[in-house]
Nanobody, 124 residues
Framework: QVQLVQSGGGLVQAGGSLRLSCAASERTFSNYGVGWFQQAPGKEREFVAAISWAGANTYYADSVKGRFAISRDNARNTVYLQMNNLKPEDTAIYYC?????????????????WGQGTQVTVSS
């Protein structure tokens, strides 16, 4: 059983930056594709970004392309989400997820393990 522990997040003004971290309890984490999702109040959880197991391939939702960057350090069992030029509409709880089970990295039902979530609030 892999546990994912998230850190980072908080309150930032529009145009600012934050970095989220997702640390795994098991080294098998390095074998998994990892995704980040966001869930705003009253909305469904939505795909933000994903990275392949070795970090060679990254994928982004159109809404964050050019502003967010996903990366991983498998030696540290950690995946990061660097968020730049944040906008008020980025305000949400962000979740990391690991081990794609459906073959669709953007599928919010397609991951086996989930982090606890971390709040990101962007003020205007």
């Amino acid at each position: 059983q892999v546990q994912l522990v998230q850190s980072g997040g908080g309150l930032v003004q529009a145009g600012g930056s934050l970095r989220l971290s997702c640390a795994a309890s098991e080294r098998t984490f390095s074998n998994y594709g990892v995704g980040w999702f966001q869930q705003a109040p009253g909305k469904e959880r939505e795909f933000v970004a994903a990275i392949s197991w070795a970090g060679a391939n990254t994928y982004y939702a159109d809404s964050v392309k050019g502003r967010f960057a996903i990366s991983r350090d498998n030696a540290r069992n950690t995946v990061y989400l660097q968020m730049n030029n944040l906008k008020p509409e980025d305000t949400a709880i962000y979740y990391c997820a690991a081990q794609i089970t459906t073959g669709d990295r953007s599928d919010r039902y397609g991951y086996k393990y989930w982090g606890q979530g971390t709040q990101v609030t962007v003020s205007s």
